[in-house]
């Protein structure tokens, strides 16, 4: 982004988060570059269809063909370009894998930490909440190499729910484990556009009352932002802006690759519990 549209979006973001209301998100400073949002609206990376680099993951159910509604272990073996079972993993984000377990008509989510057993293979379990096709995503960083994520398909036996079609949510709030999260964004929800950036902020409190709540950190961060196209074909996941995310309030930055029907899932943590809080989005060309 120039630097011009970057503080054009500092401008805008400070308004935005001035608005949400209490908490430590209203008091907003504008850093040198080298620093604070100006910095990280330059520099911030996301995960935006990252591709498998030529590593491959071969998914097996070990008791034969999964059943929806019992559990079932998956294990993953994970092996070089050339073949061979990759022996060195890095952390990403406090673990060796993230595996997302998505069902293709986007009802179902599921993001796991799979254990490593050593020479390139994990092992998980799983449990499909219906039958019908599941995307299987593996995030990993394997031989000192990036960030890496491999794609796969896996069939659960069973009754697959009729289909229904993505209906955008807006910024309506979503309640999850007793905890309100509503959602503003930058530009307004509704208004996205293919290939532009797009932040997104969360509030969230208890419901009810609207007593604001102090979130924990979650997997390295105050929270994870994963986002499926409706044809699960657009994969993103995004980490907090951890200098625009305390408290009660957290911040992502994206850009959606292409126009369409988004579903994205955020993840927060609070009393040791994970908060998963589901919306779904237009985002226009």
Request: aromatic share 8%.
């Amino acid at each position: 982004m120039p630097l011009h549209g970057a503080m054009v979006m500092v401008t805008a973001l400070v308004l935005l988060l001035g608005g949400c209301g209490g908490g430590t998100m209203n008091s907003v400073e504008v850093r040198p570059p080298a620093k604070g949002l100006l910095h990280y609206l330059q520099q911030a990376g996301q995960m935006t269809n990252v591709s498998d680099r030529g590593y491959t993951v071969t998914e097996t159910a070990e008791e034969g063909q999964p059943e929806s509604g019992k559990e079932a272990s998956l294990l993953l073996q994970v092996r070089n370009p050339a073949g061979q079972p990759v022996d060195e993993f890095a952390e990403d984000m406090t673990k060796l894998m993230h595996l997302i377990v998505v069902s293709k008509d986007l009802s179902s989510f599921q993001h796991l930490h799979p254990t490593y057993e050593g020479e390139g293979r994990f092992r998980v379990k799983v449990t499909f909440p219906h039958g019908g096709p599941f995307l299987l995503v593996s995030e990993f960083m394997p031989d000192g190499k990036g960030l890496t994520v491999h794609k796969a398909w896996m069939n659960a036996l069973g009754t697959e729910p009729d289909p229904t079609a993505l209906v955008a949510s807006g910024s309506e709030a979503v309640v999850s484990n007793g905890i309100e999260i509503k959602l503003s964004a930058m530009p307004e929800v509704g208004e996205f556009k293919a290939g532009e950036m797009a932040m997104l902020n969360f509030s969230l409190s208890k419901a009810g009352t609207g007593e604001r709540i102090v979130l924990e950190p979650y997997l390295g961060t105050f929270g994870h932002c994963v986002i499926l196209d409706e044809n699960a074909n657009q994969y993103v996941h995004v980490h907090a802006a951890a200098e625009m995310s305390t408290g009660s309030s957290v911040m992502f930055h994206t850009e959606f690759p292409k126009a369409g029907t988004y579903k994205l899932w955020a993840q927060f943590q609070y009393r040791g519990e994970v908060i998963t809080a589901p919306y779904v989005v237009r985002v226009n060309k």
